[in-house]
T-cell receptor
Framework: KNEVEQSPQNLTAQEGEFITINCSYSVGISALHWLQQHPGGGIVSLFMLSSGKKKHGRLIATINIQEKHSSLHITASHPRDSAVYICAVRSYGGATNKLIFGTGTLLAVQP | GAGVSQSPSNKVTEKGKDVELRCDPISGHTALYWYRQRLGQGLEFLIY????????KSGLPSDRFSAERTGESVSTLTIQRTQQEDSAVYLC?????????????FGQGTRLTVV
């Protein structure tokens, strides 16, 4: 079982829909990242959070430390939101604090 | 530049040849990470540098892989005697410092294809 699990793996939505992507993890963490990867492109960091909720434009990220769960919400989705969304956790302790990645959620927003 | 820069952006090489990938981190960032993403798979940690400390090489998949970084500057990832399974996008990320809640900034990646 992966230490970071995302659902769904694939998601198709119509423009304007409200979208939720979920992330569950099984390790102790110091922070959780939501990343966006466009086809053929690099990775953009959307959020880094360790508690509560953050909002940036149409994007909202929440985390529940007790339940080891985070969600990424996209309101009023648009075709330009089509990308792979990756949840990554920074494991607690150790010398590296390297990121452990989920396998990503491929989102396609249709016009 | 303002971001993490990687070169080349694309590399096609013949099986058995050596390749060198380069990462220029954001100026002043002390932490540098290499990750690999094979087609259809998630990101795998390869190696981590923090300042002048010994690097964490725990993610390197074999002794054909090595990486160097001098101080807080450029890093190179070298793959010797490339194999087809080495085909992947190699991503570099840097962080301002080695602290628990530090954001990582990613480069655009190098897409390596071994034919």
């Amino acid at each position: 079982k992966n230490e970071v699990e995302q659902s769904p793996q694939n998601l198709t939505a119509q423009e304007g829909e409200f979208i939720t992507i979920n992330c569950s993890y099984s390790v102790g963490i110091s922070a959780l990242h939501w990343l966006q990867q466009h086809p053929g492109g690099g990775i953009v960091s959307l959020f880094m959070l360790s508690s509560g909720k953050k909002k940036h434009g149409r994007l909202i990220a929440t985390i529940n430390i007790q339940e080891k769960h985070s969600s990424l919400h996209i309101t009023a989705s648009h075709p330009r939101d089509s990308a792979v969304y990756i949840c990554a956790v920074r494991s607690y302790g150790g010398a590296t604090n390297k990121l452990i990645f989920g396998t990503g959620t491929l989102l396609a927003v249709q016009p | 530049g303002a971001g993490v820069s990687q070169s080349p952006s694309n590399k096609v090489t013949e099986k058995g040849k050596d390749v060198e990938l380069r990462c220029d981190p954001i100026s002043g960032h002390t932490a540098l990470y290499w990750y690999r993403q094979r087609l259809g798979q998630g990101l795998e940690f390869l190696i981590y540098f923090q300042g002048n400390s010994a690097p964490d090489k725990s993610g390197l998949p074999s002794d054909r892989f090595s990486a160097e970084r001098t101080g807080e500057s450029v890093s190179t990832l070298t793959i010797q005697r490339t194999q087809q399974e080495d085909s992947a996008v190699y991503l570099c990320a840097s962080s301002p410092r080695q602290r628990m809640n530090t954001e990582a900034f990613f480069g655009q990646g190098t897409r390596l294809t071994v034919v």
